[in-house]
Each structure stands twice: as structure tokens, then as C-alpha cells.
């Protein structure tokens, strides 16, 4: 979706800060500010998590452009 893994990253921070802050509010009835906190807390431990998946690139192939190159060393 996104060519540079920075904005993939920190959109997937905002997204998760957004979500996890309304859960925290809603469902945990947390007060605002400490809903804000926790959201940004879990938020920071989804984007790691996803971050480190994108790194490693879950299992994923190899891109192609680096397949065709592969043999030309």
C-alpha cells in the first residue's frame, strides 16, 4: 500500500493509538487522559509487533525485482 516502511509504520501507529484509545474509553471506561495513555501504550506494542513482521517480512518471498537480480553477481 505504502512504498517506505516509515509511513506504513506511524499509520499503523495512528490507527492503533485511535482504536485502542476508544476501546480504552469505551469499553474499559477509562477517563480520557488515561485512555490516551494506555491507547498510546498498546499502540506502541501493536506497531512494534507489526514492525517487526513487516522487517522480517512474515514468511514472505522475496520481492521480484530482487529475485531477477539474484544471479547476476
Known amino acids: ?3 517506505h516502511r516509515r509511513v506504513r509504520t506511524a499509520v499503523v ?3 492503533a493509538w485511535v482504536v ?3 476501546a480504552e474509553r469505551w469499553a474499559e471506561s477509562a477517563e480520557w487522559p488515561n ?3 494506555q491507547g498510546l501504550l498498546w499502540a506502541a506494542v501493536v506497531t512494534a509487533a ?3 513482521a513487516d522487517w522480517t517480512r ?3 518471498p522475496q ?3 530482487l529475485e531477477e537480480h539474484r544471479g547476476e553477481r
Request: glycine content about 10%; proline content about 5%; hydrophobic content about 60%.
Open 20 to 22: 485502542l484509545t476508544g
Open 35 to 37: 485512555a490516551v495513555l
Open 63 to 65: 520481492p521480484r525485482h
Open 50 to 52: 507489526w514492525w517487526f
Open 58 to 60: 512474515a514468511g514472505s
Open 13 to 15: 501507529f495512528v490507527v
Open 1 to 3: 500500500m505504502f512504498k
